[in-house]
């Protein structure tokens, strides 16, 4: 044969992001002078650019076109495995985006400027992994002894380790009260994990709980074993831990949401801790909810998966009572003691503190009985905590002589005044501007802060209790890097008396001194339109009194409210979640909502007011016709409960169904119908579809 004649190309199929309004969400057929297994990674042409592909399992619905471009280049790096494959299959076709979209959207965006030189040397980086005698070694050495209930969940666990894999594994819901131990679970389960020699993947809910537990698990199993993945890294940061996880160096991956697509070869051992969180939820592009996308991975995988919380999502509690999910109940603080007390304030009945004069005072922030209490403990060199959750100085500026208030001239929102740099910003846009000097529409010079956002409080504060040493834990003070772990090694060290905080503060922290926990006025989630309002502020208030008496000291839980009779606060001053839960599952159940049925929304923007109702109401009349004889409901279109964001207009329709299969059906017939109707209506900015939606 002449040395010259080369082998005919091969036709590869590769996923790549297609912008969703092409039409284009499947796979796009590449040639290559070579075959190339199913998950290497590649660089390949679309339109004028390049883009980084995942090269996928061949679908046989692939056409011949005349002329099929090169792939443009190889990534040497092994393929992603079968496994990660049907994951994110799944997570595309469930969350009605494209493949490609979805799957390069869990890839590290450094990956796609790397040629294979610079790929190498770092891979070369990165850390070779213990063996697995050694890691249990160390592990045992330092492991304190567990309680029963501790040792109990852990023996789950260990049986579900030990399982074929072609057994069926349950979920595993662990139950603990706050305190409980549930991250020494966590650890004894890695052990066990590591042990086989697998990875695990752990999963937190939002970016300033990682540090603390990553902490906790490099103290027991070395930090270079460890990979962290969250929105915080920068992309080199990102890129480095991903390779470690990829290539199976690092035996520990812990991060956010975005951790629960990152590939683990080995993977073995699946914990999501907070499961309840809202935050596992995505907002934008997917919008995939990570809790349910680790389930699905444990599922698939053939491992076990651990779900952590003291309160519960209503959808795990529905699956555990059901038997679908093995729960497992830590129901005593690992510290012993008893969980906090909770002392109501009516404070319609309360006597308030003196003070604070002057334009625009508010009453005091809190209660006297409430603020002798903070007292007391300081004196006793305890610490004590109090929630506020919204940031800021105030929540809006007033002009006492012509009503003007700081509306945001882009959002349907007031802009909050910040007081610390005298800037009017709107949370929604970020547009910000100087206080005026006086009112813009009188001139009035007397304009006024009305309410109180947690830095006017941090201030109030200081005003009421000159010796304290006061901190404040919001977004506003833990934007700089470090200025969150800096925040909460004063706190750890003694160093702080009363933090102020949002709902920072009320997640996952072991704060040894704090003995009391007050929550100011969180009434506004008891009369909110989203049915998971309640069991959201349950869970914050419950989670917030956790914070109090971990040490096994006694400790209260104080409440300022005017509804101090209202329901949900009396089962919190039980500590009863199972209460709690039963009658809001009993009030979903009649209302006919999740966990007893399944939604999606469809969202729209428009610049004019008028377009994106015109879009969702043809889109509904499509929809109608695509369901047939499908028990699903078409709501008529609503506006968001923040009408307009940065000058566009949002407006939302809901899809009921009580059964998924037939939704998800419709739905996949449906977004071809969207993309031709968008088409259609020329003024639309933007559409998606959120399935199972954490807020209406």
């Not at 009112?439 to 304290?468: K, M, S």
């Not at 470090?482 to 709902?503: F, K, N, W, Y």
């Not at 914050?540 to 008496?549: D, E």
């Not at 043809?618 to 499908?630: D, F, K, N, R, V």
């Amino acid at each position: 044969m002449n040395e010259s004649t080369t082998s005919a190309p091969v036709r590869l199929r590769v996923a790549v992001p297609t912008p969703q309004h092409a039409g284009l969400a499947g796979l796009l057929d590449y040639e290559h002078l070579h075959p190339l297994p199913p998950g290497a990674l590649v660089r390949v042409p679309l339109g004028r650019r390049q883009v980084l592909g995942v090269v996928w399992d061949d679908d046989g619905h692939g056409e011949a076109p005349v002329v099929i471009k090169p792939v443009a280049d190889v990534l040497a790096l092994p393929p992603l495995d079968a496994a990660w494959r049907a994951l994110l299959a799944f997570a595309a076709a469930y969350y009605q985006r494209g493949l490609g979209e979805m799957a390069v959207s869990a890839l590290p965006s450094a990956l796609q400027a790397l040629d294979n030189t610079q790929l190498a040397r770092r891979l070369r980086r990165a850390p070779t992994p213990r063996t697995a005698r050694n890691a249990g070694a160390q592990a045992a050495a330092q492991a304190p002894v567990l309680n029963a209930g501790q040792a109990a969940a852990v023996a789950a666990v260990q049986s579900q380790l030990a399982l074929p894999p072609e057994a069926p594994r349950p979920p595993m819901l662990l139950w603990g009260v706050t305190g409980s131990g549930k991250t020494e679970v966590y650890l004894h389960a890695a052990e066990l994990a590591l042990g086989q020699g697998r990875q695990v993947l752990v999963l937190v809910p939002e970016i300033n709980l990682t540090p603390q537990l990553e902490a906790r698990f490099a103290a027991r199993f070395g930090a270079e074993r460890i990979a962290t993945l969250h929105s915080g890294l920068t992309p080199p940061q990102r890129l480095r831990h991903w390779l470690a996880a990829h290539a199976g160096t690092a035996d520990i991956v812990l991060g956010t949401r975005l951790a629960v697509l990152a590939s683990l070869p080995r993977l073995g051992l699946v914990v999501v801790d907070e499961e309840h969180d809202a935050s596992f939820k995505a907002q934008d592009g997917a919008r995939q909810s990570a809790r349910d996308l680790a389930v699905l991975r444990a599922h698939q995988a053939r491992v076990p998966v651990l779900l952590g919380s003291a309160t519960p999502s209503l959808e795990s509690w529905h699956h555990a009572s059901q038997g679908r999910y093995l729960r497992l109940d830590l129901p005593e603080r690992a510290a012993g003691g008893a969980l906090p007390t909770l002392r109501v304030l009516d404070l319609s009945q309360q006597q308030r503190p003196k003070g604070l004069r002057g334009p625009g005072a508010t009453p005091p922030p809190v209660a006297q009985a409430l603020l002798d209490a903070i007292e007391q403990r300081r004196q006793r060199g305890e610490q004590s905590l109090l929630l506020l959750n919204r940031r800021g100085y105030a929540p809006v500026l007033h002009c006492g002589a012509c009503a003007w208030k700081s509306a945001c001239p882009h959002c349907t929102a007031w802009r909050v005044f910040h007081k610390s740099d005298r800037t009017l910003r709107c949370h929604h846009c970020g547009f910000t501007e100087r206080v005026p000097r006086a009112c813009p529409d009188c001139g009035n010079q007397d304009i006024a802060p009305i309410g109180r956002g947690t830095e006017r409080l941090e201030e109030q504060l200081q005003g009421l209790l000159p010796e304290a040493r006061i901190a404040r834990l919001d977004a506003d003070t833990t934007s700089q890097v470090g200025s969150l772990e800096r925040q909460l090694a004063a706190v750890h060290a003694g160093d702080v008396d009363v933090l102020v905080g949002t709902q920072m503060i009320a997640k996952g922290h072991d704060f040894q001194r704090v003995t009391l926990v007050a929550a100011l006025n969180p009434d506004g989630l008891l009369f909110s339109s989203d049915f998971r309002a309640p069991e959201r502020l349950f869970a914050l208030l419950l989670q917030a009194a956790g914070r109090a008496g971990r040490d096994g000291a006694r400790s209260e839980m104080w409440l300022q409210t005017d509804q101090p009779k209202h329901p949900l606060y009396q089962a919190l001053a039980r500590h009863d979640y199972p209460a709690f839960a039963a009658s809001q599952l009993a009030e979903r159940q009649a209302a006919g909502l999740p966990p007893y049925a399944h939604l999606a929304l469809l969202r729209a923007d428009s610049k004019d007011p008028d377009t994106a109702p015109a879009f969702l109401q043809a889109a509904a009349e499509a929809g109608q016709a695509l369901s047939g004889e499908w028990p699903i409901t078409w709501y008529p279109p609503v506006p968001h409960p923040v009408a307009r964001v940065a000058d566009h207009w949002r407006w939302q329709m809901l899809v009921e169904s009580p059964q998924r299969a037939p939704l998800q059906r419709v739905l996949a017939q449906w977004v071809p119908e969207l993309h031709a109707l968008r088409r259609a209506h020329k003024g639309l900015a933007r559409w998606a579809i959120d399935v199972d939606p954490s807020a209406i």
